[in-house]
């Protein structure tokens, strides 16, 4: 237990677990640091202080912590973590807040569903490589002046702007229990360009997420994205489409943007049946 200043009821220090892992493919292992308390810290001025220290809890020097973060307001989604045992956001994750829940340390892990790297940091390719698959994009045929787009009516803006909040943070494929971990070891002899095509042919074959469903139905809805709404549609009845949501909705209860990630599975749904449907009559 942390010993609190009885004057201002925070702790003078605080703990700090955190799974470590030297490089992809190694084995993890926790390591305990301790920092001095500051009134208003995040998770990553936790993990700035550590660094700065560059010893462990028992003053032994160790190698710097490594962590991924970039705009630091909750806008990027590259700052993804677990802590205490919940996928979140590490820049917009406050100290105090966290103390309120678990007074006697903070527990850091990487995601659960990517390659680590280096200890927090992740490969999260898969997770763009998914919106490659639902072409989560507006097509353009020139970059000359083609004038202004087509005019949106506010109900569509309505439904499209909480999906085009995304940041693909990834918290909702890492709650997901249908989302399973992929990772692939380079075979010796193999190049970088054959090891690239077997891991996108592995992310290809699986669950593509809820954050590209929910992206599919953000660019399906949109007056030129729709072009491309047959092959989004495609790409959602394929293997590892629309079917492997298992309804669990972890997904939503995750997401820090609160994207209705599961009326877009809902629309997603009934838009794969119905472009199934006509498929099979348009045979
Ligand atoms: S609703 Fe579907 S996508 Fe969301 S957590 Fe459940 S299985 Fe995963
Ligand atoms: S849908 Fe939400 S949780 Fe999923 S990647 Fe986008 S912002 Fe992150
Ligand atoms: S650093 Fe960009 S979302 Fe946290």
Same mark, same amino acid.
């Given at each position: 237990?942390?010993?609190?200043?009885? $004057?201002?009821?925070?702790?003078?220090?605080?703990?700090?677990?955190?799974?470590?892992?030297?490089?992809?493919?190694?084995?993890?292992?926790?390591?305990?640091? &301790? *920092?001095?308390?500051?009134?208003?810290?995040?998770?990553?001025?936790?993990?700035?202080?550590?660094? $700065?220290?560059?010893?462990?809890?028992?003053?032994?020097?160790?190698?710097?912590?490594?962590?991924?973060?970039?705009?630091?307001?909750?806008?990027?989604?590259?700052?993804?973590?677990?802590?205490?045992?919940?996928?979140?956001?590490?820049?917009?994750?406050?100290?105090?807040?966290?103390?309120?829940?678990?007074?006697?340390?903070?527990?850091?892990?990487?995601?659960?569903?990517?390659?680590?790297?280096?200890?927090?940091?992740?490969?999260?390719?898969?997770?763009?490589?998914?919106?490659?698959?639902?072409?989560?994009?507006?097509?353009?045929?020139?970059?000359?002046?083609?004038?202004?787009?087509?005019?949106?009516?506010?109900?569509?803006?309505?439904?499209?702007?909480?999906?085009?909040?995304?940041?693909?943070?990834?918290?909702?494929?890492?709650?997901?229990?249908?989302?399973?971990?992929?990772?692939?070891?380079?075979?010796?002899?193999?190049?970088?360009?054959?090891?690239?095509?077997?891991?996108?042919?592995?992310?290809?074959? $699986?669950?593509?997420?809820?954050?590209? *469903? $929910?992206?599919?139905?953000?660019?399906?809805?949109?007056?030129?994205?729709?072009?491309?709404?047959?092959?989004?549609?495609?790409?959602?009845?394929?293997?590892?489409?629309?079917?492997?949501?298992?309804?669990? &909705?972890?997904?939503?209860?995750?997401?820090?943007?609160?994207?209705?990630?599961?009326?877009?599975?809902?629309?997603?749904?009934?838009?794969?049946?119905?472009?199934?449907?006509?498929?099979?009559?348009?045979?």
């Amino acid at each position: 237990m942390i010993a609190f200043d009885a $004057s201002q009821k925070r702790p003078e220090f605080i703990k700090v677990r955190i799974r470590r892992q030297d490089g992809p493919g190694e084995k993890p292992y926790w390591e305990l640091h &301790q *920092i001095t308390y500051e009134p208003e810290l995040n998770v990553i001025s936790v993990l700035q202080r550590i660094a $700065s220290q560059a010893t462990n809890s028992d003053g032994k020097k160790v190698a710097p912590v490594t962590w991924d973060c970039g705009c630091l307001e909750e806008v990027c989604g590259s700052c993804t973590m677990q802590i205490n045992g919940r996928v979140r956001q590490s820049c917009s994750a406050l100290v105090d807040r966290l103390l309120e829940d678990n007074e006697d340390e903070l527990v850091l892990e990487p995601m659960s569903k990517f390659p680590v790297i280096r200890d927090l940091m992740v490969d999260r390719q898969r997770l763009f490589r998914a919106l490659e698959r639902v072409k989560a994009w507006v097509p353009v045929d020139s970059y000359y002046n083609l004038g202004p787009g087509e005019r949106q009516l506010r109900d569509t803006q309505e439904q499209n702007y909480p999906l085009s909040q995304c940041m693909s943070c990834g918290c909702c494929v890492d709650a997901c229990p249908q989302y399973k971990k992929i990772e692939l070891k380079k075979e010796a002899g193999e190049t970088d360009e054959a090891f690239e095509a077997r891991k996108e042919a592995a992310y290809d074959e $699986s669950f593509v997420g809820p954050h590209a *469903i $929910s992206q599919a139905m953000l660019f399906n809805n949109h007056p030129t994205g729709k072009a491309l709404a047959g092959e989004r549609l495609e790409a959602l009845t394929g293997p590892g489409g629309i079917q492997a949501c298992g309804n669990a &909705q972890n997904c939503v209860a995750v997401c820090p943007k609160e994207i209705p990630l599961t009326t877009s599975i809902g629309r997603a749904g009934r838009a794969a049946t119905m472009y199934k449907i006509k498929k099979f009559f348009d045979k």
